[in-house]
């Protein structure tokens, strides 16, 4: 069974910073697009950031400088650098692996992690 376990989740500070990890077990993440989604109460889920199976990354507007996505392929595990957090960053933070093989689409969720900014 395919598992997507997020950790680093935690209470920061305004102005701190938290790496999040998601760590993929039955698939390979470089073969995946993969991408981290944020819930806050009472809000739809948004997706954060993204990173394709060639590499490239893409960011809502409201992380653009702040968060940085990666993929280490050796521990096939996709991170979420959180710098210079913000309390409206405050959110249950999910990670997504995404497919389409053979026009079969195959789309994975882990549990969720939750990042609380506050003072």
């Known amino acids: 069974q395919v598992q997507l376990v997020e950790s680093g989740g935690g209470l920061v500070q305004p102005g701190g910073s938290l790496r999040l990890s998601c760590a993929a077990s039955?698939?390979?993440?470089?073969?995946?697009?993969m991408s981290w989604y944020r819930q806050a109460p009472g809000k739809q889920r948004e997706l954060v950031a993204g990173?394709?199976?060639?590499?490239?990354?893409n960011y809502d507007d409201s992380v653009k400088g702040r968060f940085t996505i990666s993929r280490d392929n050796a521990q096939n595990t996709v991170y979420l650098q959180m710098l210079s957090l913000k309390p409206e960053d405050t959110a249950v933070y999910y990670c997504?692996?995404?497919?389409?093989?053979?026009?079969?689409?195959?789309?994975?969720w882990g549990q969720g992690t939750q990042v609380t900014v506050s003072s």
């Open positions: 990173i394709t199976r060639d590499g490239t990354t």
């Open positions: 039955r698939i390979i993440v470089s073969s995946y697009a």
């Open positions: 997504n692996a995404h497919r389409l093989l053979y026009a079969r689409e195959y789309d994975y």
